[in-house]
Protein backbone atom coordinates (compact mmCIF):
# COMPACT_ATOMS: atom_id res chain seq x y z
CA UNK A 1 0.00 0.00 0.00
CA UNK A 2 1.46 3.40 -0.69
CA UNK A 3 1.86 6.03 1.61
CA UNK A 4 -0.03 8.48 0.41
CA UNK A 5 -3.13 6.39 0.26
CA UNK A 6 -2.29 5.45 4.05
CA UNK A 7 -2.35 9.23 4.60
CA UNK A 8 -5.57 9.79 3.21
CA UNK A 9 -7.43 6.65 4.78
CA UNK A 10 -5.86 7.35 8.13
CA UNK A 11 -7.35 11.20 8.36
CA UNK A 12 -10.92 9.98 6.99
CA UNK A 13 -11.03 7.70 9.97
CA UNK A 14 -9.79 10.59 12.00
CA UNK A 15 -12.54 13.00 10.82
CA UNK A 16 -14.83 10.29 11.11
CA UNK A 17 -14.17 9.41 14.65
CA UNK A 18 -13.89 13.60 15.42
CA UNK A 19 -17.33 13.67 14.27
CA UNK A 20 -18.93 11.17 16.87
CA UNK A 21 -19.31 13.16 20.25
CA UNK A 22 -20.39 12.04 23.98
CA UNK A 23 -23.53 13.51 22.83
CA UNK A 24 -23.90 11.24 19.87
CA UNK A 25 -23.51 8.15 22.13
CA UNK A 26 -26.49 6.14 24.14
CA UNK A 27 -25.27 3.63 26.94
CA UNK A 28 -26.09 0.04 25.37
CA UNK A 29 -29.49 -1.90 26.63
CA UNK A 30 -28.53 -4.76 30.19
CA UNK A 31 -29.26 -8.12 28.91
CA UNK A 32 -31.47 -7.83 31.74
CA UNK A 33 -33.87 -4.89 30.14
CA UNK A 34 -35.05 -7.95 28.05
CA UNK A 35 -36.17 -9.76 30.64
CA UNK A 36 -38.86 -12.77 30.88
CA UNK A 37 -41.25 -11.86 27.65
CA UNK A 38 -38.43 -11.87 25.65
CA UNK A 39 -37.36 -15.26 26.06
CA UNK A 40 -40.77 -16.82 26.61
CA UNK A 41 -41.51 -15.44 23.15
CA UNK A 42 -38.79 -16.89 21.76
CA UNK A 43 -39.35 -20.12 23.32
CA UNK A 44 -42.70 -19.86 22.20
CA UNK A 45 -41.25 -19.81 18.74
CA UNK A 46 -38.69 -22.77 19.29
CA UNK A 47 -41.75 -24.73 20.46
CA UNK A 48 -44.40 -23.82 17.81
CA UNK A 49 -41.74 -24.87 15.14
CA UNK A 50 -41.01 -28.14 16.58
CA UNK A 51 -44.53 -28.86 17.05
CA UNK A 52 -45.01 -27.75 13.13
CA UNK A 53 -42.12 -30.03 12.11
CA UNK A 54 -42.96 -32.71 13.98
CA UNK A 55 -46.94 -32.53 13.05
CA UNK A 56 -45.57 -32.43 9.36
CA UNK A 57 -43.25 -35.28 9.97
CA UNK A 58 -45.89 -37.33 11.47
CA UNK A 59 -48.30 -36.73 8.43
CA UNK A 60 -45.46 -37.59 5.91
CA UNK A 61 -44.81 -41.22 8.08
CA UNK A 62 -48.30 -42.04 7.85
CA UNK A 63 -48.85 -41.34 3.69
CA UNK A 64 -45.45 -42.98 2.94
CA UNK A 65 -46.11 -45.90 5.28
CA UNK A 66 -49.42 -46.46 4.96
CA UNK A 67 -50.67 -45.79 0.78
CA UNK A 68 -53.97 -46.54 -0.68
CA UNK A 69 -54.34 -50.02 -1.92
CA UNK A 70 -56.74 -50.36 -4.42
CA UNK A 71 -57.95 -53.77 -2.99
CA UNK A 72 -59.21 -51.83 0.41
CA UNK A 73 -61.96 -50.03 -1.78
CA UNK A 74 -64.67 -51.97 -3.38
CA UNK A 75 -65.75 -51.08 -6.73
CA UNK A 76 -69.29 -49.97 -7.54
CA UNK A 77 -70.60 -52.37 -9.72
CA UNK A 78 -73.95 -52.49 -10.78
CA UNK A 79 -76.75 -51.87 -8.21
CA UNK A 80 -78.66 -55.49 -7.65
CA UNK A 81 -81.26 -56.14 -8.92
CA UNK A 82 -84.86 -55.31 -7.64
CA UNK A 83 -87.04 -58.06 -5.54
CA UNK A 84 -89.59 -60.18 -7.89
CA UNK A 85 -91.11 -61.39 -5.28
CA UNK A 86 -94.50 -60.68 -4.70
CA UNK A 87 -96.40 -58.87 -1.43
CA UNK A 88 -97.87 -61.19 0.42
CA UNK A 89 -101.69 -60.81 0.97
CA UNK A 90 -103.31 -57.89 2.75
CA UNK A 91 -106.30 -60.01 4.25
CA UNK A 92 -105.01 -63.44 5.28
CA UNK A 93 -108.16 -65.45 3.58
CA UNK A 94 -109.31 -64.98 -0.20
CA UNK A 95 -111.96 -63.49 -1.25
CA UNK A 96 -114.37 -64.04 -4.28
CA UNK A 97 -114.94 -60.97 -6.84
CA UNK A 98 -118.35 -59.87 -6.97
CA UNK A 99 -118.12 -58.82 -10.34
CA UNK A 100 -115.97 -61.69 -12.27
CA UNK A 101 -116.62 -65.03 -12.11
CA UNK A 102 -113.25 -67.43 -13.13
CA UNK A 103 -115.58 -70.42 -15.05
CA UNK A 104 -117.80 -68.13 -16.50
CA UNK A 105 -116.58 -66.40 -19.91
CA UNK A 106 -117.63 -62.65 -19.37
CA UNK A 107 -120.40 -61.66 -22.22
CA UNK A 108 -121.51 -58.10 -23.82
CA UNK A 109 -125.64 -57.49 -22.64
CA UNK A 110 -126.13 -56.94 -26.48
CA UNK A 111 -125.74 -60.35 -27.66
Same mark, same amino acid.
Do not use: K, W, Y
Given at each position: ??SE ?5 R ?11 P???? #??? @?? !?A?? /? &? ?7 I?? +???G?T ?17 D???P??? #?P? @?? !???? /? &?L??T???S?? +?S ?8 GR
Amino acid at each position: MSSELEGRIRRAMADRAGAVTPDLLQ #PAI @PP !TAMG /P &PARRRRMLIVA +ATAGLTAAAAILTAVVVLHPHRPDDVVPAGP #PPA @PS !TTTP /P &PLSPTATSSPF +ASSTAPATSPGR
